[in-house]
């Protein structure tokens, strides 16, 4: 039923031209393709297809508005199952990670290292992009993702529209496409700009409505939601709660650090795209150029929950198809029940962790383990985190 589901949201967001309809069909504003303001073009370069080598690939097309800004397609690799990581432009590459959802990606902040000497923030799972506009440059000249060869060869794509070419010098001089560089990098702000509008991020789950008043949680929902805020019951806030009081306003739920939890490979999707037998990904220490130091190997930046049950498949590989399953991941560490250490979706041990020697186990073993009531009911909560537009995409 949800496979279902996220094909319907794929059949409707591969012809998101025009953005009123957009809008119509989330019940949501967008901003008008309107290319005199600054997220106006970004939401056009957003959708433009035309920005891939092969003319069939946008940011929209792994990040779909009608599926949680996720990758809602099948990538059609035998031996390849559910939507583990994104076929690129060229319809045969397929990266080694699952595609982040970019809801509420502006919030995170630039990355850096804290008072505690703890990387914080960027964008991707590693954090190798600083901000929005360096990670809105990365897709289009990714061999393995959009595949254009060069930024001048995007610039030329841009020049081939005449309403772009007003765009652009209105909005950054007449002088813009004189330096591909330049030309490059306000296509990257307008991008950003766009992503940092409410289309993205419109606080309006029905959590945000529960905290407003507005409607009431059943009982599994109350449930779940105390047990994610407890320091007693879970271990779900060390992680995923941004503001220091529960229940606070505007809550993203990540502190947006990285941690190692012992995710395993994903065997079948290292088969697909021809990985090595012995790659390892190191996470944070993989490509971004900021981090050397191995104490940091295999570490991922903690994703947001908002959407997070119409997102899927999960973790930074898409290893596990089911949200529940990742509740029960994590209880792994606490449970001594057999059936705890089995991953339902396999029927077999949950496999270990691909980077073992830095996982953070002092945070995944504080808290008791979960029975069967107290797993459903995380579930539960974390599907009020679902933007209303998306609810239609929960399971029934």
């Known amino acids: 039923m949800f496979q279902a589901k996220r094909l319907r949201a794929l059949a409707l967001g591969l012809s998101l031209a025009p953005f009123s309809s957009i809008a119509n069909a989330e019940n949501l504003p967008a901003p008008a393709a ?3 303001t600054l997220e106006g073009l970004g939401a056009t370069l957003f959708f433009d297809e035309n920005l891939s080598k092969n003319r069939s690939q ?3 097309t792994c ?3 009608e599926a949680g800004f996720a990758d809602p397609r099948p990538n059609g690799l035998d031996g390849l199952p559910g939507l583990a990581a994104s076929l690129g432009d060229d319809e045969k590459s397929v990266g080694d990670r699952n595609a982040p959802t970019a809801s509420y990606a502006a919030f995170s902040p630039r990355f850096h290292k804290n008072d505690e000497g703890l990387f914080v923030g960027g964008q991707f799972h590693d954090g190798r992009a600083a901000d929005l506009e360096e990670q809105a440059g990365g897709p289009p000249l990714n061999p393995i993702e959009m595949g254009m060869p060069d930024k001048a060869s995007v610039i030329a794509r841009l020049r081939e529209n005449e309403d772009y070419e007003k765009g652009f010098k209105l909005l950054f001089g007449q002088d813009i496409f004189a330096d591909a560089d330049r030309a490059y990098e306000a296509m990257t702000k307008a991008i950003a700009a766009f992503e940092r509008t409410e289309f993205f991020s419109p606080f309006d789950s029905r959590y945000d409505r529960y905290l407003r008043g507005e409607v009431a949680f059943t009982n599994e929902e109350e449930l779940g939601r ?4 407890s320091q007693q ?6 992680c995923h709660q941004l503001h220091k009081r529960p229940g606070a306003e505007r809550e993203t739920f990540t502190n947006y650090q990285y941690f190692n939890i012992g995710v395993p490979a994903h065997t079948a999707l290292r088969e ?3 990985s090595a037998k012995d790659f390892v990904d190191q996470g944070i220490l993989e490509n971004n150029t900021s981090v050397k130091d191995k104490l940091w190997a295999g570490k991922f930046k903690t994703s947001t929950l908002r959407n997070v049950a119409v997102t899927g498949p999960y973790m930074h590989n898409g290893v596990f198809e089911d949200l529940e399953t990742v509740v029960r991941f994590y209880n792994k560490y606490n449970s001594r029940a057999k059936s705890a250490q089995i991953n339902p979706e396999t029927g077999k041990p949950w496999g270990e962790p691909e980077v073992a020697a830095t996982l ?3 945070k995944l073993t504080q808290g008791p383990a979960l029975d069967e009531r107290r797993i459903k009911a995380l579930v539960a909560f974390m599907k009020t985190l679902t933007d209303a537009r998306y609810e239609y995409l929960l399971d029934d």
Not at 226 to 229: I, S
């Open 360 to 362: 953070d186990m002092e």
């Open 34 to 36: 309107d290319l005199t």
């Open 63 to 65: 990040h779909s508005p």
């Open 58 to 60: 946008a940011c929209a």
């Open 233 to 238: 019951f879970t271990n779900c806030n060390l």
């Open 272 to 274: 697909a795209n021809g």
């Open 226 to 229: 105390t047990l994610f805020f």
